[in-house]
């Protein structure tokens, strides 16, 4: 147990709706990172956010975006969703800034229909 | 910018050796190691600093030749433990990270 929390663990949502994937980081950490994992496009960085502020952006769409609130959990928010956007959403937190060692979450699989 | 890992799958005996290579197009600014077991999330191993350095982590080892912006994770005797999806990611600025598609590791008793 990394002690970075996801919720929900699963998600099945149709083309075109928004869904908000939530991720609470270990006890600390002040780094919260998400990813995208799909079977062609491997592990994908998509965003950082370091104690509230966003810090680096990975190859995010523009249809999703992040943020990260004043306890440090961060929510994901995809909308307009496509079918290729099926995957699995982790989430990693750390204490550093940069990108350092990282804790990954369990991970939310997403599924569209 | 995706680093390209070799091989794509390995199958090892327990016990045997092996190296993944890691390779990027661009200049890194770090290298980093993770491990996957089939339906976990990814466990840190390492990071590698520019310097050519060399880390350790107990028969788990890693090298960084910045010259040639290649890394190879190096596993000894291995262990049935070690079974699992090998990534390197590597940073070629401050602000992002790379993966590759993974190493396949399978170790048999």
């Known amino acids: 147990d990394s002690g970075v929390t996801q919720t929900p663990k699963h998600l099945i949502t149709a083309t075109g709706q928004r869904v908000t994937l939530r991720c609470s980081p270990r006890?600390?950490?002040?780094?919260v990172y998400w990813y995208q994992q799909s079977l062609d496009q491997g592990l994908q960085f998509l965003i950082q956010?370091?104690?509230?502020?966003?810090?680096a952006k990975g190859n995010i769409l523009e249809r999703f975006s992040a943020q990260q609130f004043p306890d440090l959990h961060s929510e994901l928010n995809l909308s307009s969703l496509e079918l290729g956007d099926s995957a699995l959403y982790f989430c990693?937190?750390?204490?550093?800034?940069?990108?350092?060692?990282?804790?990954f979450g369990p991970g939310t699989r997403l599924t569209v229909t | 910018q995706q680093p390209v890992q070799s091989p794509q799958a390995v199958i090892l005996r327990e016990g045997e050796d092996a190296v993944i290579n890691c390779s990027s197009s661009?200049?890194?600014?770090?290298v980093h190691w993770y491990r996957q077991k089939h339906g976990e999330a990814p466990v840190f191993l390492m990071i590698?600093?520019?310097?050519?350095e060399q880390k350790g982590h107990d028969k788990i080892s890693a090298s960084f030749n910045e010259k040639k912006q290649q890394s190879s994770l190096y596993l000894t005797a291995s262990q049935l433990s070690y079974s699992g999806t090998y990534f390197c990611?590597?940073?070629?600025?401050?602000?992002?990270?790379?993966f590759g598609t993974g190493t396949r590791l399978t170790v048999i008793p």
């Open positions: 006890s600390g950490d002040l780094s």
């Open positions: 956010y370091y104690n509230g502020e966003e810090r």
């Open positions: 590698l600093l520019k310097g050519g």
């Open positions: 661009k200049a890194l600014y770090s």
């Open positions: 990611g590597v940073q070629t600025g401050a602000n992002n990270l790379f």
């Open positions: 990693a937190s750390s204490g550093a800034g940069g990108f350092y060692e990282q804790y």
